[in-house]
């Protein structure tokens, strides 16, 4: 009986390791082709879209205002063609042309508007998809702007193209289009609780601004690029960017507008708020505590 045991293991250790030289295999040796001038298999296509489906149900618990009380007429259909129409196109307006090739390619606005609940929609807007091209929004728009968007879009399956032109006419985009401010001024003294989400929320904010293309930051996995200086141990210097004397309101200064501080850096203004920076300092000082 042990040996039938030990020959039932053996057998195992012997597959997995199989399978582990074929996958290492097939990985390294570019087998899987990843260009997108060529479709996902059926099986890779089909397996992405039940992830993505079940993944975005299963975080849909938002409580959806009253979507008709909402300004998605003047409001809702500035933020989108400013933000959206890029990718999803409208009625009678085709996506820009970067998007055409995307893939997947991005979903057709009306089928979103026919088969995903107001909540759905919203949680794709506020936290986007990865590996999709899909961008979280959370952190350019506010709440009530990204509601906006969904009230818009569950109109846009019976507007004609005339309705959409009309309608972004009438808009004022003076009043509406600039990007939201996000988040209240941070207080210096903050609980523990407070402090471990605002640690948290500083994480979330090094990722969604793009600084993990440029630097490299202890705990994010794609922070690996050695375009800028690395970011861990950034509050231990004695000089930021080499100009300017380090202290929290200083860092804050430069992450928000860096061209102000330095007319010739190459560190471009990414639009951080205050209130995203000083999260984001919280997150560096806790990785290298």
């Keep these: 009986m042990k040996t039938e045991t030990r020959r039932v293991y053996l057998a195992v250790v012997l597959v997995a390791a199989f ?4 996958a290492g295999i097939f990985v390294y040796a570019g087998v899987y082709d990843t260009s997108a001038l060529r479709q996902h298999t059926s099986l890779v296509y089909e397996s992405m879209a039940v992830v993505r489906s079940r993944s975005v149900a299963a975080r849909s618990d938002y409580e959806a205002p009253d979507l008709a009380s909402l300004d998605w007429q003047h409001a809702g259909i500035v933020q989108y063609e400013a933000n959206c129409r890029q990718c999803h196109g409208a009625p009678g307006r085709a996506p820009d042309s970067f998007s055409l090739g995307m893939k997947p390619s991005p979903t057709a606005i009306v089928e979103l508007a026919r088969t995903r609940t107001p909540q759905e929609i919203y949680t794709v807007v506020e936290q986007g998809i990865r590996m999709t091209g899909m961008p979280a929004w959370a952190y350019r728009m506010s709440a009530e702007e990204m509601w906006q968007v ?41 609980s523990d609780e407070q ?19 440029c630097h490299v930051i ?49 560190m471009p203004d990414l639009g951080v708020t205050e209130a995203h920076a ?12």
């Design 278 to 289: 000083r999260a984001m300092l919280s997150y560096l000082k806790s990785v290298q505590e």
């Design 195 to 213: 402090q471990d989400s605002l640690t948290d929320s500083g994480k979330v904010a090094l990722q969604q601004y793009n600084c993990v293309s």
């Design 150 to 190: 969904v009230a818009l879009v569950k109109q846009l399956a019976d507007m004609t193209r005339a309705d959409y032109d009309r309608l972004l006419r009438q808009a004022s985009a003076a009043a509406t289009g600039q990007a939201s401010q996000q988040g209240a001024q941070v207080s210096a003294s903050t």
């Design 218 to 266: 202890t705990g994010i996995t794609a922070a690996r690029k050695h375009v800028g200086p690395p970011l861990t141990g950034m509050t231990h210097r004695n000089y930021i960017a080499g100009i300017l004397e380090y202290s929290d309101e200083n860092f804050v200064r430069w992450v928000t507008a860096p061209s102000a501080v330095d007319p010739d850096t190459l």
């Design 19 to 22: 399978a582990a030289i074929g």
